[in-house]
Every structure is written in C-alpha cells, then in structure tokens.
C-alpha cells in the first residue's frame, strides 16, 4: 500500500506566535510602502519594426522591393488561379468520360466476376459492387494500380447513388484522390461503383504549378533588375540634385543642376531649383558687392579725414610747442585750422546727405522750374569766375518753362555740383554751356551741361557717379579739388527723383553730364506727403 507524500508548499512555515510571519530570526523589510518595480519598455509590434526597417532603406530600394512584392503577389494569384482553373476543368472532363464509360466497364466487370478470371481490369478503371445487405463487397481493380480508392458505405437511398453525380473519395493511404460515380443494380440489391484516379490530373496540376513557378521567378528576377535600372535612371537627376547640393554646400554658388527636355515634374523641380540658385547667387553677389562698396566707403572716408585732422593736429601741437609765436604766424596757422575744419564739416555734410537719400527719407516735393534753376546755376558760375563763357541753351532751341516735381533744394545742388564740376575740370577760359528742357515725343525733362575740355575717358565714364572717386590717380586736390563726392550726390538726388543720370562725350571733345527727370505727367514722378 503506497503511502501519498504530503504536498509541497512554496511558502514558508509560520513562526510561533507569529502567524503568517517569517521564521525566527529573519529580519523582514523596513515598513512602510515600497517603490514599483519598473515596467520593461515594451517591445514594438512586428509591422511596426518591419516598418521602422522599411524606412531605413534608401529610397530606390524601397520602391523596387515593393516593386518586387507586388509582382511576387500578382504572380502568386494568377498562378493559383490558372491551377484551380486547370484542375477543376480536368476534373470536368474525367467526369465526362466517367460518366459515359460507367455502364461498359461495370459492364465488363461483371463478366469477368461471371466468368471467375482475373479481376483485373483494363484501363484505369476500378469497379466495386456493394451489397445493400452489408455483406463483403465485390472490387475489381485496374493493373498496375497499387493504390485503391476509399469507397465509403453507398446505400440504394444515398444521393450519390440516387443523383449518379460525380463525387471524389480518398484513397487507402491517403495519398491520391479518385473520381466516383454510384447507381442501383438488380433492383436494389446491390450498388455499384465506378473510380478512376486523378494521378494524372494531380501530375499535370502539378506540372502546371511547376512551370508557373520556373517562369515566374524568372519574371521576377527580370522585373526586378529591369525595375532597378529604371528606377536608378528616374533617380538620377535626383542625384544630381543632391550632388549639386553638396557642391553649393561646399562653396561653388555657380553650379546647376543639369537639365533634360522632359515635361517631367523632376525637370520642373531642376528648373525651378536652378532658378533659385540664380537669384540666391544673385543676392550673394550683390551683398558682397555692397560689402566691398561699403568697406570701400569707411575706407575713402578715413582717408579723406586723415589729412585735415592732421593738418588741424599739426598746427594745435606747433602752437603748443611754442613754434608759433608771431602774432601772423597764429593768424595763418588759425586760419589753416579754420580752412581744414571747413573741409571736414562739408564732408560730414555730404555723407550725411548720402546717407539721407540711402534712407529713402521724404522730400518735400513741390513743382520745380528747371529752366529757373539752370538760369540761376549760370548766373552763379558767372559770378565765381568771370572769364568763364557760361551760357543756357534751350533743348529745343528756345528756352521754355520745364516744370518737374521734385524738391527744389536738392535739384539746385544737382546744378551747382555739375557745373562746379565743369568749372574744376576743364582749363580756364572753356566755355560750359546748360541745356535744358522736355525730351520731344516723351514726358522727361532733360538737363545738361556740357563743357569742351579733355572729356572723361571710358573707364572713368563708368565709375565716375562712384563715391569718392577721383578720375586723377594720384588723389591731389591742388587739381581738381573736391573730395569725391559732388557726383555721387547727383547721382543720388537724381535717383531719389525717379529720374537717371549718364556721361557722355561732347560733340567736339569734351564731357556731356545728362540727367533725365519724369515732368508731371509721368507715373513716376516723384510724390511728396
């Protein structure tokens, strides 16, 4: 008699007077709550890892993986269809003959059980006669067959037997499948069946299946290197893009993206990128134009201070020294103080007007008779040297009022620098003559002053309206005077007035300065506030 051994328990066994409590001498945790154990991370879902996998890969493999796929499915589909299709019409067809050879061979069959010879049959018939009584029933097989259909129990009342229709069984071990069809004999007594094997509908379904798949892996492989070639070429320009990129990157402003004759929307993209790269190398260059013209400025600027603040600051430590002692020595080293310091303040000045009119600051605009002008800038010239032949011409050949809007401070300085400059740069004795007046058939008021001296020569012409520029390279004021700035002070009020002012030579040597202004009834004229 076995004896049951008693059963285990994980717990430990309670200490005396201590229910549910350690054993003796074990010291139990501190009390009071405990912190949470911390949660593992979960771990992200197949999809969503398969996912992060996908959006690893570049791009191009992506598309032909799921080039790839896609075929694989399609190809997968069409083949099971065409299998299924192609087995139930074999299947259809053994049906026919089935049904049409099912008399004869039962026929034949029944001889051959009459005539007690060998069962078998020809063909690939098998032929079975079952009892409705349950007694053993009666086979004949086909030669050479090794297997045997599974023919279940077919009572006269059974509707395969009834119906004669054609149903599939098994065979005895389960490895071929055979096409039956039943009826009545001998007014019920027995019932007969007829099989034939579907060996041959399975070798050809299989055959099929074979076939599809030899010729759909080579059909993927060939769309997959044919769909990697094209999507390498669709990507090229794509990888232009991102070559020139990289080289933009690098410093080279002037590449581009090369470009095709397709209508295609990476062309649009190259077109439209390229036109970019244009306009950001635009502003590039025109920045670091600004920058140099600016660097340029502060530069030109310190030079022209250097000298008078110096020469301010010579005279300053001689008269401290003591080296000027004479009551016409402080006079003359005064009055070079007072001379330089009247240099400085008219420089200061005009750069403060140049800054005003980079600012875009408002005039006050009003209705300015340039001929009025013009008249009063001759009679100033006359008065400061009087062997000069300063004449006003008409544009037309008679002088006419030529109203403009504009600020008539401003538009007077414009006259006063250009004939001061005529007066500077020519030899004493050239006559200078101011033409004013409406350019026919337009609505711009012209403005010159042309003298017939050494002219300014092409290099000069296209950096003379610069600030700070000197057409004599040596930078000498004993010639020439000036600190560079009268004509870059034209050139600023004119564009603040909407107008343009240009250089060109005079009809028999000579420097024509010409400026263009809208009259009142151009769109452009300036408008005041």
Known sequence: MSREAPARTTGAPDAPGSPGGAPAGQTGPPPGPTAPAASPRPRPSLPARVTRRLEALPLRVRLVAILMV????????????????????????VDEDLQRAKIPVAQQAVDRIARESNQALPGTYAVFFLPTDGSQAIAVYPPNEPLHPAIPPLPVNDARVRTGHPFTVGSTNG???????????????????????????????????????????????????LGWYAVRRAFRPL???????????????GRRIPTRAAKDEVTSLSRSLNSMLSQIEQSFAVREASEERMRQFVADASHELRTPLATVRGYAELYRQGAVSKPEDVASAMGRIESEAGRMSGLVEDLLLLARLDDHRPMEITDVDLTVLAADAVSDAGALDPTRRVSLLGLSGQLEPTVVPGDDGKLRQVLTNLVGNALNHTPAGTPVEVVVGVRPG????????????????????RRVFERFYRA??????????????????????????????????????????????????????????
């Open 239 to 253: 990888s232009q893009i991102e070559d020139t990129a990289a080289a933009i990157a690098a410093g080279d402003l």
């Open 175 to 225: 490895t071929t499948s055979w096409r039956v069809v039943a009826g009545p004999v001998r007014g019920g007594a027995f019932t007969y069946a007829v099989a034939v094997s579907l060996r041959s509908v399975d070798r050809t379904v299989r055959r099929l299946v074979l076939v599809e798949l030899l010729i759909g892996l080579a059909v993927t492989l060939a769309c997959g290197v």
């Open 472 to 529: 004599d390279p040596s930078r000498t004021r004993a010639t020439g005077g000036g600190n560079g700035l009268g004509l870059a002070i034209v050139a600023a009020i004119v564009g603040a007035h909407h107008g343009k002012v240009g250089v060109a030579q005079t009809r028999g040597g000579g420097a024509t300065f010409v400026v263009e202004l809208p009259t009142g009834n151009s769109q452009q004229a300036p408008r005041g506030l």
């Open 442 to 461: 337009t609505d711009r008021a012209v403005l010159e002053v042309r003298d017939h001296g050494p002219g300014v020569d092409p290099a000069s012409a």
């Open 70 to 93: 896609l075929l694989v499915l399609a190809l997968v589909l069409t083949a099971s269809a065409t299998a299924v299709l192609m087995r139930r019409d074999l299947i259809a067809r």
